[in-house]
């Protein structure tokens, strides 16, 4: 609360024992060899400062091998807390569901579908011949996002309070997002359909029309997205990391101690006339612009992997992931304001 104070009270403090050191041999001076004081030599005294001297080398290393027992001891404690929110990001429970078969003919062919007690099956136009089986009773193994959640949580708190082990927590997040939202294989985002040549027609016509299709088959691909609560919140994580966590992945692995994290560094921005052309202006921004670019690529710090996610209707909005390894990721639909 006051860490001001440190280097004071260690002034002090190291002020005291020297004070009371010379004293002490001062008055062991004196006892020995009469020397300095006319008073008569003090034989309890005398033997309470030799005392003194010579157990103050073991009160000291008393007090090292207790400083380092409890830093071993909270150690322990810290890998005790990671390990049993590791096994809360593998929590899963069983939910019951009651269900029934509905068989039905359609086009000439026999079909199955499923029906839920609390869903019904919705038949295709022209089915017929519909028979229902009997309700029966089916256990599903789904997630527990409760206990997941609250270990991402934890592994945060354990990531601020810890240092050493922040780096850590940042991969075993990424690896839980990556393993529970892998990118699909295909791409299925609507795309803007778009005339190559004059030979499929004028390249205007119905220009409009395409466009307004296009944004209403992306607004509904968007709606039907819906990231995972626990994935969503493992990402609210990785993305606020403070300036100083930021600083530890900067110097994580072989990188230096006293390395920045370069993806804070604003890009150059080019202060030349605007409605003219400049070229001592502008060989002046490119240069700027190649160092600022090789500065990044010079990064050898640690860095988000997320990698092959499926981030997907993701609300990343306000989040730090400058940096972050996105290849292969899938970010339609995702919330990248700020």
């Given at each position: 609360?006051?860490?001001?104070?440190?280097p004071l009270f260690s002034i002090v403090m190291f002020l005291l024992f020297a004070m009371a050191l010379s004293t002490?041999?001062?008055?062991?001076?004196?006892?020995?060899?009469?020397?300095?004081?006319?008073?008569?030599?003090?034989?309890?005294?005398?033997?309470?400062?030799?005392?003194?001297?010579?157990?103050?080398?073991?009160?000291?290393?008393?007090?090292?091998?207790?400083?380092?027992?409890?830093?071993?001891?909270?150690?322990?404690?810290?890998?005790?807390?990671?390990?049993?929110?590791?096994?809360?990001?593998?929590?899963?429970?069983?939910?019951?569901?009651?269900?029934?078969?509905?068989?039905?003919?359609?086009?000439?062919?026999?079909?199955?579908?499923?029906?839920?007690?609390?869903?019904?099956?919705?038949?295709?136009?022209?089915?017929?011949?519909?028979?229902?089986?009997?309700?029966?009773?089916?256990?599903?193994?789904?997630?527990?996002?409760?206990?997941?959640?609250?270990?991402?949580?934890?592994?945060?708190?354990?990531?601020?309070?810890?240092?050493?082990?922040?780096?850590?927590?940042?991969?075993?997040?990424?690896?839980?997002?990556?393993?529970?939202?892998?990118?699909?294989?295909?791409?299925?985002?609507?795309?803007?359909?778009?005339?190559?040549?004059?030979?499929?027609?004028?390249?205007?016509?119905?220009?409009?029309?395409?466009?307004?299709?296009?944004?209403?088959?992306?607004?509904?691909?968007?709606?039907?997205?819906?990231?995972?609560?626990?994935?969503?919140?493992?990402?609210?994580?990785?993305?606020?990391r403070r300036p100083e966590q930021r600083l530890l992945e900067a110097r994580a692995g072989e990188a230096k101690e006293?390395?920045?994290?370069?993806?804070?560094?604003?890009?150059?921005?080019?202060?030349?006339?605007?409605?003219?052309?400049?070229?001592?202006?502008?060989?002046?921004?490119?240069?700027?612009?190649?160092?600022?670019?090789?500065?990044?690529?010079?990064?050898?710090?640690?860095?988000?992997?997320?990698?092959?996610?499926?981030?997907?209707?993701?609300?990343?909005?306000?989040?730090?992931?400058?940096?972050?390894?996105?290849?292969?990721?899938?970010?339609?639909?995702?919330?990248?304001?700020?």
């Open positions: 609360m006051a860490r001001w104070l440190g002490a041999f001062v008055m062991l001076g004196h006892a020995l060899f009469d020397f300095g004081l006319d008073a008569p030599r003090a034989g309890f005294g005398t033997g309470a400062v030799i005392v003194a001297l010579l157990g103050a080398p073991f009160v000291i290393w008393r007090a090292i091998v207790a400083q380092k027992q409890a830093d071993v001891a909270e150690q322990g404690h810290i890998t005790d807390r990671i390990n049993k929110a590791v096994e809360g990001l593998g929590t899963e429970k069983v939910v019951s569901r009651v269900w029934r078969n509905v068989t039905y003919k359609l086009d000439g062919e026999v079909r199955t579908g499923f029906e839920g007690r609390d869903e019904d099956f919705k038949l295709p136009d022209g089915a017929q011949d519909v028979e229902r089986g009997e309700w029966k009773v089916a256990d599903r193994t789904r997630p527990n996002l409760e206990v997941r959640i609250g270990a991402i949580y934890a592994l945060e708190r354990i990531a601020q309070d810890s240092d050493r082990d922040h780096v850590q927590i940042m991969e075993i997040l990424c690896a839980y997002v990556r393993q529970n939202a892998p990118a699909p294989k295909t791409d299925d985002w609507p795309q803007l359909e778009m005339k190559e040549s004059e030979e499929d027609g004028p390249l205007e016509a119905n220009w409009e029309e395409r466009r307004e299709a296009f944004r209403e088959a992306q607004e509904k691909a968007k709606a039907g997205l819906k990231l995972r609560e626990d994935i969503q919140v493992a990402l609210t994580v990785l993305g606020r006293d390395a920045a994290f370069v993806f804070d560094l604003p890009c150059p921005e080019y202060d030349g006339p605007e409605d003219s052309h400049d070229p001592v202006a502008l060989d002046a921004y490119l240069k700027a612009l190649g160092d600022w670019k090789r500065t990044l690529l010079g990064y050898e710090g640690y860095r988000l992997d997320l990698r092959n996610a499926d981030l997907r209707g993701a609300d990343l909005s306000g989040l730090n992931f400058k940096g972050a390894d996105l290849r292969e990721a899938r970010l339609q639909g995702a919330d990248l304001w700020g």
